[in-house]
């Protein structure tokens, strides 16, 4: 039953991949376009989605910037990928604060890489297609290791998430 699940879940998971820095659009989506970009993105994950209440929420918290004639361009639709990941294992206090952490260190473009090289990273260990976690990237700050550390916390709730779904479901047919 275990091995079942288990490559039910690595099914699921090989197919999650957040898109490069240069593919996300630029462009200026609309609120309901950005949300069906970002949920896109997380199509192959149980449970991480985002609405226009919650992106409108984000802004008026202050955690991401308004967006510009009605429009939110790559570095609103960044900011809003990484709260897909952080909200489900950091309060927006703290997601707020490791934000401000990574300006003073990475420039956008450099985050976000790290994040999604991570993801895929700690995701294979995870979901044991890697016996072990290897660092990613050369530079060192707590900006980073703290990122690691939500992304690891975050990659076990999927695991959880998606383990549950699958039980869930066989409990359902039976």
Known sequence: ????????????VKRFRL??????????????????YINDCFKHVPGMEITGSMISNYVKQ???????????????IVRLIFLVVAKSVLSLENIRML???HAEVYED?????????EILNVGEYVFG???ELPEIGVTQSAAKTLLRKTIISFMHKIY???YLEIERNRRETM
Do not use: C
């Open 1 to 12: 039953m275990e091995n079942t699940v288990n490559s039910q879940i690595l099914t699921k």
């Open 19 to 36: 898109p490069e820095y240069e593919m996300i659009p630029d462009v200026g989506l609309y609120l309901e376009q950005t949300v069906q």
């Open 62 to 76: 202050g955690v991401v910037s308004k967006s510009v004639k009605k429009r939110y361009y790559r570095e609103h």
């Open 99 to 101: 934000f401000e952490m």
């Open 109 to 117: 473009y450099v985050a976000y890489q790290y994040l999604r090289e």
């Open 129 to 131: 297609i890697k016996d």
């Open 160 to 162: 959880v998430d998606m």
